[in-house]
């Protein structure tokens, strides 16, 4: 059954169309892996989901709810409620400097979720553990190295105990040699069977990860299927392209 639904997504800037009629789904425990060329469309077909923006057109229902059908939005509460559902992993990390990496963790959950402040101590150590941070709980952002805040980023998503995680180029901002502890923990969540859209440049993730890439091309769906089929045998010249110059 298909825990997000997407139908005919249109949205523009004025005259730029930026995501013209997109329709996917997404069946729970799915890894989609969303890949094409900068400025496809990628990133603002997937803040569209947790109405980071606002679409024009079209239909989104998460787990049998709807977010927006047609472009109408439902109201505040509803919207806050189904996107409460899907937790984001952003490309520069957004972690509060002035918060420890502890703390970083537990203030959304303090501040929205009605647990005991024991639960949540818990559950931020279970996490940290998780990701290999124990030992950096009490650091600040800013002493850490940038895949450990993407790791800590991680967590806090984790935090809000979401049904889905979607990632915005977790590893964009990372240099080489640090991408590979991010990767190694969003594998650890696929093998746990966590549901995940992730927009990534990282190609070998797609194809050892994913169990469906989604190819964006100019505000549209060019190509998706299983990565042994779309990477070995892609059907278009658009997805030919793009391949060749993204496969090492």
Excluded: C, W
């Excluded at 059908?69 to 559902?85: C, D, F, L, M, N």
């Excluded at 967590?155 to 901002?173: Q, V």
């Excluded at 190609?203 to 890439?213: D, I």
Aim: neutral net charge; hydrophobic residues 40%.
């Amino acid at each position: 059954m298909a825990i997000i639904e997407v139908s005919n997504l249109q949205k523009s800037y004025d005259k730029l169309e930026v995501l013209k009629k997109i329709s996917f789904d997404v069946n729970k425990n799915d890894v989609v892996a969303v890949i094409g060329p900068s400025g496809s469309g990628k990133s603002t077909m997937l803040r569209s989901l947790v109405h980071l923006e606002e679409i024009n057109g079209g239909t989104i229902s998460v787990s049998g709810e709807t977010l927006v059908r047609a472009g109408v939005y439902s109201k505040p509460q509803e919207v806050k409620q189904i996107t409460s559902k899907m937790g984001m992993v952003f490309q520069h990390f957004n972690l509060f400097p002035h918060l420890t990496v502890k703390e970083n963790l537990e203030l959304a959950p303090r501040m929205v979720k009605k647990e005991s402040f024991a639960d949540i101590q818990a559950r931020s150590a279970e996490l940290l553990e998780k990701i290999g941070l124990s030992d950096r709980a009490a650091a600040y952002p800013g002493k850490i190295s940038g895949g450990q805040k993407q790791r800590v980023a991680i967590a806090r998503a984790l935090m809000m105990n979401p049904e889905i995680l979607l990632f915005d180029e977790p590893t964009s901002a990372l240099d080489p040699e640090l991408t590979g502890e991010v990767l190694q923990v969003m594998k650890n969540l696929a093998e746990e069977q966590m549901t995940m859209i992730v927009v990534t440049h990282e190609m070998g993730f797609a194809k050892e990860v994913a169990n469906r890439v989604i190819f964006m091309d100019n505000g549209e769906i060019i190509e998706s299927g299983h990565p042994t089929e779309l990477f070995a045998n892609p059907r278009l010249d658009r997805t030919k392209a793009f391949l060749k110059r993204n496969l090492k």
